[in-house]
């Protein structure tokens, strides 16, 4: 079928990734060859429509699509309009697409979040993409004969025709035997027509020879060891760093809440979360309990939710 009938049967399995929205934007590219880039939106900053994606900025010569979310984009968007940026909406998106113009894939060395995007650059021709430095997002790409597609889930990509349900056996095998090997930690997947971005990777595909290149944008680089008289001060160090971190993933224009699991990170979170906000303020936490067996942990949860009053 037609590309953009093959995103519209792409984008209906990713439903529930995005129920507030969805949009295709598409062009003829010189080639005879059509570029579609579709989203399903989930809104989370700026729920005007002003958030609309496939966004395109206003040259008309970028478009965007992008899961997640840029946890610094007030910062950078002030670095931005500092540097004559107008900016239209209040998105981190735009924001997003903006840094590009500025800074190209240097962009990247910027953004603090978690994310998987495309975005195609007419200018150079090319569709530029990346994935976070932890690999929070998803990115999954296949591509055969004359084409290349992307998603964020296996159903939904497998519904491109060019691309087989087959998978590769051994690899399910070794995972089922030793799970800790991941069906999903390399660049192959289970499936043998789908590769995925590693964490911290970035890709371009250049839109007429579709020619990939991938590199590695991030990795975790150990500083010197520092030795330190008094360990309270690496504590103070980390404490700052946590409630920093947290602070960043607070900003939203929908509820924000937590997952509660009793353990270790998420009291510490929700901890932090309730500082932040102050005694009084409305925080939703929510807990999986499996009542009656070892595995139950709503012992500790409720001492956490008893005492920060969530």
Known sequence: GSVVHILSRIMSQQGHRGPDGSGVWSRE?????????????????????????????????????????????????AELIALGVN?????????????????GAECLQRFNGMFAFALYDQVRGVLFCARDRYGEKPFLFGAGQGFFAFASEYKALLQHPGLSLEIDEWRLIR??????TGLDADRQTVFNDVQQLLPGE????????LKRRIWRYWQVEPG???????????FDEFRE????????RMRSDVPVGSCLS???????????????????AEYHTFTGRFPGTAADEWSYASQVVEATGV
């Open 175 to 180: 995972a089922a035997h030793n799970a800790s």
């Open 87 to 103: 900016f239209r909406s209040h998105t981190d998106s735009e924001v997003l697409l903006e840094a590009y113009k500025k800074w």
């Open 224 to 234: 010197e060891m520092r030795n330190v008289p008094n360990e309270q001060v690496v």
């Open 29 to 77: 590219i010189n080639s005879g060859f059509t570029l579609a880039l579709g989203h399903r939106r989930l809104s989370i900053l700026d729920l005007s429509e002003a958030g609309h994606q496939p966004m395109v900025d206003s040259s008309s010569n970028f478009v965007l699509t992008f899961n997640g979310e840029l946890y610094n984009y007030i910062e950078v968007r």
């Open 241 to 248: 760093l946590l409630i920093d971190s947290v602070r960043l």
């Open 202 to 209: 970035a890709m371009v595909v250049d839109v007429r020879s």
């Open 262 to 280: 009793g353990g270790l990170d998420s009291s510490a979170i929700v901890c932090i979360a309730r500082q932040l906000l102050g005694q009084d």
